[in-house]
């Protein structure tokens, strides 16, 4: 009876979205911590196969000492048989670097919530389609192959960015070990950061009909954490025949698209053919979003602005803060900013009126274009009001709470 029915055409929506998706382009943007001089740049040159670091220059020794972390953000646009993805690499040069270590890694974390902020201000403005996503939607955190373990500031900073981004933790420069005391390590790292209770990113479990190969693959993946990692910038002809990229020895050549000297390839596979697209919803959905409800809890909290607890707030380290939030004055401006859209919107200059044009909702008369777009408009009336009531609520507990 099936074959009976006539053919509507639904089998090809995938190929739509295909099309679509691989006109608009894809966007990704990786961030790389950790200690000076464990890889990080000469592994990202690997990962993408591109030279981001050639203007690079490296301070003296004496520098670093007193060096404090900068944030860098580096953009390059790959092509692959026809799919564009605009890759931005945020470093952090000077991670560990100065005698004192304490809270250097405060800038990451601002710089991390600023991005969230800024998606929620454009987010909340008018201009929602075209919305540049700069929040960072993986962090690979570099450890020492040289330690035994996480050191203090390796928790340190895990800790303070654990719940804000998507952590894959690396071992850096792994040809410095053996296989065993790569699994050793591993080990260690991995009942640390469950003592210490942080949160790495979590690889969603495979569906079910996945064909075996996939299967064993992901499991080799997930057993593969924290990635053990070699990187190089060279290429090498192994034995004079196949060239590779490697780091030639006087004892041989180690290679870093070899599955038996390091796990390069299962962190590339991970990052770029499987669960890129994981990463950013784990992002959109789950971190952000965690953002994005504390910052309407703290609008919405009674006496959040009050002068005790603003008082108490301040003797916190950034880090501890509870609930990240707007400051009046910002949701002041948005409101104001957002009013002066609407009335922009409807000020539009009208059209000839031929008839062809009026039946153009977007040109036709204000009263008219009201009409015509109400789901938005009520939207953003419904924003605005309760944007409104929150700040009264909170200005009426605060001059209640000062009467006390
Ligand atoms: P970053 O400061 O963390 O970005 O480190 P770099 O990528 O600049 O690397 C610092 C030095 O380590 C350079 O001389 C690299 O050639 C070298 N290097 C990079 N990756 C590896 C690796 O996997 N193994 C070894 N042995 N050396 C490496």
């Known amino acids: 009876m099936q074959q009976d029915k006539e053919y509507v055409g639904f089998a090809a929506l995938p190929n739509q979205l295909h099309r679509k998706s691989v006109k608009k382009g894809f966007d990704f943007t990786l961030m790389v911590a950790g200690e000076s001089g464990l890889g990080k740049s000469t592994l990202i040159n690997s990962l993408f196969l591109t030279n981001l670091y050639e203007d690079r220059q490296l301070p003296e020794a004496s520098a670093r000492l007193t060096r404090t972390l900068t944030i860098e953000r580096r953009g390059v646009e790959i092509e692959e048989g026809g799919i564009k993805v605009k890759l931005t690499v945020v470093d952090t040069p000077g991670f560990g670097d100065s005698v004192d270590c304490s809270d250097c890694w405060l800038p990451v974390v601002r710089f991390i919530e600023e991005q969230f902020e800024q998606y929620l201000r454009d987010e909340s403005g008018l201009n929602r389609k075209n919305i540049q996503d700069s929040r960072v939607h993986c962090c690979l955190y570099f450890i020492s192959p040289f330690g035994r373990g996480l050191r203090p500031l390796d928790v ?43 949160n790495i990113y979590q690889f969603p479990d495979c569906d079910s009909d996945e064909d075996e190969d996939f299967k064993r693959q992901d499991a080799e993946m997930k057993e593969s954490i924290p990635f053990a990692v070699i990187g190089s910038c060279e290429v090498v002809r192994d034995g004079g025949t196949r060239p590779v990229r490697g780091r030639r020895y006087s004892w041989g050549t180690v290679e870093v698209e070899n599955p038996h000297h390091c796990d390069f390839l299962n962190l590339r596979r991970m990052l770029v053919q499987t669960h890129l697209q994981d990463l950013k919803e784990v992002t959109h959905d789950l971190l952000y979003e965690g953002y994005r409800a504390s910052c309407l809890q703290s609008l919405a909290r009674p006496g959040a602005r009050d002068r005790t607890s603003r008082s108490k707030l301040s003797r916190q380290s950034a880090t501890e803060i509870p609930l990240p939030m707007l400051p009046l004055a910002e949701t002041e401006k948005l409101i104001r900013e957002k009013d002066e859209e609407v009335s922009k919107y409807l ?24 009409q015509s777009c109400p789901a938005q408009l009520r939207r953003m009336q419904e924003m605005l009001e309760k944007m409104q009531a929150q700040m009264q609520q909170s200005q009426t507990q605060g001059e209640q709470s000062d009467t006390l």
Not at 347 to 370: D, E, F, I, Y
Request: hydrophobic content about 40%.
């Open 156 to 198: 340190a900073f895990l800790r303070a960015v654990h719940e804000k981004v998507n952590i894959i933790p690396v071992i850096g420069k792994a040809d410095a070990l053996m296989p065993k005391e790569t699994q050793a390590l591993k080990q260690k790292i991995r009942d640390q950061l469950k003592e210490e209770e942080i």
């Open 347 to 370: 000020a539009l200059p009208q059209p000839p009126r031929t008839p062809s044009l009026l039946r153009s909702p977007s040109m036709a008369s204000p009263s008219h274009r009201l």
